[in-house]
């Protein structure tokens, strides 16, 4: 049934049994065979044509939504059957909320590279949201969150520890002082954007100290923070990754508030399933070796 179901999902994504067919590099007629057995197999009609365009009825929606998992699941189980034969390689698509993806997670693909070059990382940076979503769809392998999220569709486990630190401009008044968060009523706060693990972190944060910021602005990049607050723009609530080389050319400091700096979990997301590839049993275990 895997041709039969590829050959439809193959349809209903080109709209059309002829561009279908060029596809799949079978004749027209073939594709309206496949069709019709998977019709039969279901007891359902699943396509209506209408003008030469191919749409889906209720229950082809069905089938088209489970097709696409089963397909993907198959795909995996002979890329796992494979791999006991060889030596690690192959594609590993990674997720990986802001602060993780574009701090910590290069430096560990480089070492994973140095050893077995035939693995194929690709990555992609979202917030955490996203992540476990990608995730818990199958889109991507593995993922990296910062924030706390629960879902039942995968599995979730605590790896490492980052800090946050509340951090202003090397010139800023404030900047040699041992401060309150009296002294930063007045200040203007600059965050990310709902979604990301570090909005939620500062939101903890602000209720935990039993604060409300007077003036706040919102940003979907931290870089875009940072550059901010060295501009004088405000203060910032930051993962200590996120600032080091800042840090290091003394164009950012980092307040001496009582309590801090914060504490909080990475978190690894992964697929809910006993098989991992070769690949993927590289990546965690340089991932929780780091």
Known sequence: MDQELHVFVTVVEKANFSHAAEVLHITQPAVSRYIKNLESKMNAKLLERNNKMVQMTKAGEIVYHHAKEILSLYEKMNVLVADLMSEPSGKLSIGASYTFGEYILPHIIATIRAEFPQINPSIMIGN???????????????????????????????????????????????????????????????????????????????????????????????????????????????????????????????????????????????????????????????????
Do not use: N
Request: proline share 2%.
């Open 128 to 290: 955490t949201r996203e992540i476990v979503h990608q995730v818990a769809s199958r889109h991507i392998d593995v993922g990296i969150i910062e924030g706390k999220m629960t879902d039942e569709h995968v599995a979730m486990e605590r790896f490492s520890v980052d800090s946050l630190v509340v951090v202003v401009s090397a010139g800023h008044p404030l900047a040699q002082k041992v401060v309150s968060f009296s002294d930063l009523e007045d200040e203007t706060w600059i965050v990310r954007e709902q979604g990301s693990g570090t909005r939620e972190a500062t939101e903890q944060m602000f209720a935990d100290h039993r604060f409300t910021p007077g003036s706040v602005m919102e940003f979907g990049s931290t870089q875009i923070i940072k550059e901010s607050v060295e501009a004088g723009l405000g203060v910032s609530f930051l993962s200590t990754w996120t600032i080091r080389k800042e840090l290091a050319l003394g164009t950012l400091k980092v307040l001496d508030l009582p309590g801090f700096p914060v504490q909080r979990q990475f978190t690894l997301v992964t697929q809910d399933t006993e098989f991992q590839t070769k690949a993927m049993e590289v990546f965690l275990r340089v991932l929780k070796q780091g």
